[in-house]
């Protein structure tokens, strides 16, 4: 009798597995609706060269906020200054299916090849901030960064219109440094012409990075010859040139120019260490990127207000215009925008000294 029994329960526990396991073959419907409103969402892959700089943290946050307002996922890759990983990454996020790609490139011409993958796979490239060579991108969005370099070059004139000029460029494969430099050299090629301006040197600063800078600084100041006025490449160049001429004992009496209104170099303007620095409203490019990659997502078109030639192509260039920055308009122009706050840009400066708002 216990046999049978023991065997009628066996018999029990294989039938019960046997219909849990039909009921596997097969998931109930409602089990695939959560995911479906996924599918519909808008991705996009933001791929960034670096965080390294503070306006590029402005950039990050900015974005992301106003795509997550549009009801759009971003998908962040930080390549930290190298072209493999950011190829590595931009895999990545085509491997992701995302609906476009926003681009800050390393390197221009390296880049290209990421474009083609992007667009192999029919997603949309915003060549973001920098312009990728000969890859035909749907859509640049920027500053005019030849005019950058134009009031960079200005400025300068403007406090040392003759003597000895040192020239700090931004990283080379950044096709916005060779920008800057047409610019600024634009303005001073008279006065190289006719001998009022003599170039001391320039350097092409590898990946933008202060200690690189600090290295090429120190073996233009030890050469012991005068230098008058330095143009860097950005706020950060700049402060590696002001670190350098303090050690010399020489910050003051060199007119010091930069650019991106980098809250350190806003309070180097007031502070009077550094003469000027470029303003470019990043919010606003930033939020028109951001509204830019929804757009064409969707299948939208995008406006774009000029047009830039990539070595190849001519593709639509959304150009912003970059502001000259002084001790004389900073309260008109980065406070009143709200770029930096003013118990920020003056912290070093004696409150009794504060312009009135």
Known sequence: MCRKNRL???????????????????APEESIEPSQPEKDKIVIGFAMDTLVHERWLRDRDIFVAKAKEMGAEVILQIAYSD?????RQVQYLLDQGIDVLVLVAHDAVSAAVMVKKAKDR?????????????????????FDNVKVGELMGEAAVSQAPQGNYLLLNGSEGDNNSAMFRDGYMSVLEEGIKNGTIQLLGETWVVDWLYENALADMQNAVDSNTKIDSIIAGND?????AIHV???????????VVGHDADLDGCQRVVEGTQYATI??????????????AVTLAKGGLVQ????????RYDVPFYKIEP??????????????????????????IPKSEWPSQ
């Open 245 to 255: 001429l303090t050690e010399k004992r020489l910050v003051g009496s060199v007119t």
């Open 236 to 240: 950060t160049l700049a402060s590696a």
């Open 122 to 142: 029919g997603v949309k490239v915003i060549a973001y901030d920098r312009l990728v060579k000969n890859a035909n991108v749907d859509l640049y969005i920027s």
């Open 279 to 292: 303003y470019k409203p990043i919010d606003l490019e930033a939020t028109k990127g951001a509204e830019f």
């Open 304 to 311: 774009a207000n000029d047009t830039i030639n990539d070595g």
């Open 83 to 87: 072209s493999r990983e950011q190829e």
């Open 8 to 26: 009628l329960q066996i018999i029990m526990v294989l039938i019960l597995s046997a219909s849990m396991l039909s009921g596997c073959g097969e």
């Open 323 to 348: 502001i000259l920055v002084t001790k004389e308009n900073m309260m008109d122009t980065i406070i009143k925008d709200q770029f930096h706050r003013m118990e920020d840009v003056y912290m070093n």
